[in-house]
């Protein structure tokens, strides 16, 4: 029995999903749901460029797609914020279908909507539908790879997590995500307005404290424009030497003295990319993954990895670390 | 509700598990079991050297102590070898009594004791019990961790785990384990008669394999002394040049020419140790653990911090990649 699989969202990483979800011997791709007239009415496989039935179709809404498909799982990637996937979402828990979702606040939303959360997974068990927020970051480097070393800590004492990407070489709306060629009070006061930074930062430094059962003070947040020291020429566009050319974006927090900090840097010309985990604990961890994980290309695969293994876990908002161990799937 | 624990097999491993456990507020210890006489009888905390009830004592079976005390869960610490392991679970799972086990051959035993795997399997389902094998080496560096790391990934072509451990400053058992002070050919006789070697690398293997759905063919072993190139000194023991300080394990496989190899080197005066997975994948993966996980440190570590999760699996006889991500507990 093949899972059967819609794909809600067919921007850059959707249609990548239903790539690598065609790919895949235990998947069956049976449509896809979004917004652009251009792509609604027309067969999925068309749409991503390559061989599907024809039967899966791209339709407007995930009510037009449940008239004639039944998806067990719903790959979900069109938002980032808790308030805007909950409307998504709510129609497709209620066909008791499950979601894995690329929305960076759903991978632990109980951080700043505790009653929304509750109210969501208490919906998702009265359907019997399972969701899941997860990708590369939020998802796995700053968050269950940190959690997955503390396995073989004793006690810990401090958990240090450092990201940083070469954007030099990432997709355009990367670059301009991370602020290049803003003048850096442009992005000091974009930070200020909640338009600047990395959404689901603060969201893995909690979902790691929530795992360790560690109750936190707030979460203290910086994001500081990283300035160009040379005129920066990518395939995509010139940051001369001054300006922005990405953000380094820092969360802290502490519980009973013990801290945990992520330190995300992303600006083009990164040198040294990276993701690190340096645990304080007996025995200690110091684990660096060299390069970093390619974030595009990995969260694709997290998210069509992520599918056998929510279906083993039970109804309810699900956390990755309520899962068991993501693989190559 | 706390957790009851007993503790089965009170060597160094075992009797850290206790002093780990009892620093848990969620463990509470019931007894332990042992053969040896001095100690049967004795509170477990005078054998373990740390306060604890004085209704925890030593029994030298598991049936005498199931007479007084009532476990969840029993840490096992006893055996390395599947058919060892089975007589001496067996009462346990019959009592519904969960296990976590350090015996390494419990890690996969489906590689080489497919039939007696699924009885066990079946045992523990009829009686409402868990049972998992796992530590650090087998259980964590070498195949949960690289497992893990495949998460990120969209399909994988190669994975090369690599462990190096500095024996120098390991306790004596481990420097003789790894043949210190052998005669070259004494080793490699020793290894041909299963008595050298590190049991479980080849668990570590299948473990891997297993889970990203790889159907292998043949496991290819290889076991050399390494040679001192200079006289060595330890806290324990001296091993002139010219004689073995310590092994080189590899295992290998393949399926469909994507091929699996762990490398395991421990020996005395080991420069670079350290834990390495290496995913030729989309994304590709280097990852490495500088300095190594601490062997003993991160084994007591690894089964007390399983204990929380086991709990949370269906009965049976678990595979660390059934529970959800362990994490310090």
Redesign the interface.
């Known amino acids: 029995m093949k899972i059967r699989i819609a794909q809600f969202g067919l921007g850059p990483i959707g249609l990548e999903c239903v790539r690598?979800a065609a790919?895949k011997p235990w998947a069956e791709l049976v449509g896809g749901v979004d917004i652009d007239p251009q792509k609604i009415g027309r067969p999925l496989g068309d749409v991503a460029g390559i061989a599907l039935p024809e039967t899966a179709r791209v339709y407007g809404t995930f009510d037009e797609l449940l008239r004639v498909a039944r998806p067990d799982v719903v790959l979900h990637t069109a938002v980032s914020r808790f308030a805007q996937v909950v409307p998504q979402l709510e129609p497709i828990v209620r066909a008791g279908v499950s979601v894995v979702s690329s929305c960076e606040e759903l991978l632990f939303p109980q951080l700043k909507f505790a009653a929304g959360a509750k109210a969501f997974d208490e919906l998702c068990r009265k359907y019997n539908a399972r969701v899941l927020g997860t990708g590369?970051n939020p998802g796995?480097?700053m968050d269950?790879?940190a959690?997955?070393?503390?396995?073989?800590?004793?006690?810990?004492e401090k958990i240090e997590i450092t990201r940083v990407v070469n954007a030099s070489h990432r997709r355009l709306p990367l670059q301009k995500k991370i602020g290049s060629g803003l003048k850096p009070d442009e992005f000091r006061a974009l930070f200020r307005e909640g338009k600047m930074g990395h959404v689901g930062l603060i969201e893995s430094l909690a979902l790691v404290a929530h795992?360790?059962?560690w109750q936190i003070g707030p979460i203290t947040e910086t994001c500081e424009p990283v300035i160009a020291t040379h005129d920066i020429q990518t395939k995509f566009l010139t940051v001369p030497k001054g300006l922005t050319c990405g953000i380094h974006h820092r969360a802290e927090a502490s519980a009973d003295a013990k801290p945990i900090s992520l330190d995300l840097q992303m600006y083009l010309d990164a040198e040294n990319p990276r993701d690190a985990v340096t645990i304080t604990?007996?025995?200690?961890?110091?684990?660096?993954?060299?390069?970093g994980?390619?974030g595009d290309?990995?969260t694709?695969?997290?998210l069509?990895?992520a599918v056998p293994r929510l279906l083993q876990a039970a109804p309810g908002l699900r956390l990755?670390?309520?899962?068991?161990?993501?693989?190559?799937?």
């Open positions: 690598l790919e590369v796995f480097v269950t790879l959690i997955c070393l503390t396995g073989v800590c004793r006690g810990v795992s360790l059962g604990a007996d025995p200690p961890v110091e684990s660096v993954i060299h390069g994980v390619h290309r990995a694709v695969a997290v069509v990895n990755m670390t309520d899962l068991p161990v993501l693989r190559a799937s």
